[in-house]
């Protein structure tokens, strides 16, 4: 399983755009990238997944560089709502793989 | 698409009691389902891998006559933690595999987690 680096935490203010970038050197060739939202005292919510160069979709985007060691999770104009816990994991694309949660980032957002 | 139910949403026992937590997949047939567990301020750490009509695949360290898992259809898992201690209160949260359209891979989508107290 691929391990994953990511920031402890990260702070930022409503209506600013947030990166978060994750690290995985370790990815094999037939791994997803994916990343989930964790708010407290509920499951983590699927946000994007990417297996190379960039997804978008309505809530953000992610960007995969060519060697895929890393990817970025960007989240456009950030409210105070979307203070929480976010995680970057990977994958392979079958069925019955296994997901091992780092630590994620704790992303305050304040007025 | 890909909505996961756990039952129930918490769930309050004395020690030495069984507590069996339900899994379901409203939208989707979930050939495999993932039992997971989340101490306060702490990452999920998977405890099991659930397949449809076969036994569960454990994690180390985890208790299988403990914590019993059966995933009897496409739908629905449950885990059942028998003989409860407050060592094991802790947020448990399952989820389903699903391969979706405009998704790569078949991703877990995640139940929104039992709080389990054991006094």
């Known amino acids: 399983l691929a391990k994953t680096t990511q920031p402890i935490s990260m702070d930022s203010y409503e209506g600013q755009e947030v990166n978060i970038t994750c690290s995985h050197n370790?990815?094999?060739?037939?791994?997803?990238i994916t990343w989930y939202q964790q708010f407290p005292s509920q499951g983590p919510r699927f946000i994007i997944q990417g297996y190379k160069t960039k997804v978008t979709n309505e809530v953000a985007s992610l960007f995969i560089p060519a060697d895929r060691k890393s990817s970025t999770l960007s989240l456009p104009r950030v409210s105070l709502s979307d203070t929480a816990v976010y995680y970057c994991?990977?994958?392979?694309?079958?069925?019955?793989?296994?997901?091992?949660f780092g630590t994620g980032t704790q992303l305050k957002v304040e007025l | 698409g890909a909505v996961v139910s756990q039952h129930p949403s918490w769930v309050i026992c004395k020690s030495g009691t069984s507590v069996k937590i339900e899994c379901r997949s409203l939208d989707f047939q979930a050939t495999t389902m993932f039992w997971y567990r989340q101490f306060p301020k702490q990452s999920l750490m998977l405890m099991a891998t659930?397949?449809?009509?076969?036994?569960?695949?454990?994690e180390q360290g985890v208790e299988k006559d403990k914590f019993l898992i059966n995933h009897a259809s496409l739908t629905l898992s449950t885990l059942t933690v028998t003989s409860a201690h407050p060592e094991d209160s802790s947020f448990y949260i399952c989820?389903?595999?699903?391969?979706?359209?405009?998704?790569?891979?078949?991703?877990?989508?995640f139940g929104p987690g039992t709080r389990l107290t054991v006094l």
């Open positions: 370790n990815i094999a060739t037939n791994d997803y």
């Open positions: 659930s397949n449809e009509g076969s036994k569960a695949t454990y």
């Open positions: 994991l990977v994958g392979g694309a079958g069925g019955g793989n296994k997901l091992t």
């Open positions: 989820s389903g595999e699903a391969g979706l359209a405009g998704v790569g891979a078949d991703t877990q989508y």
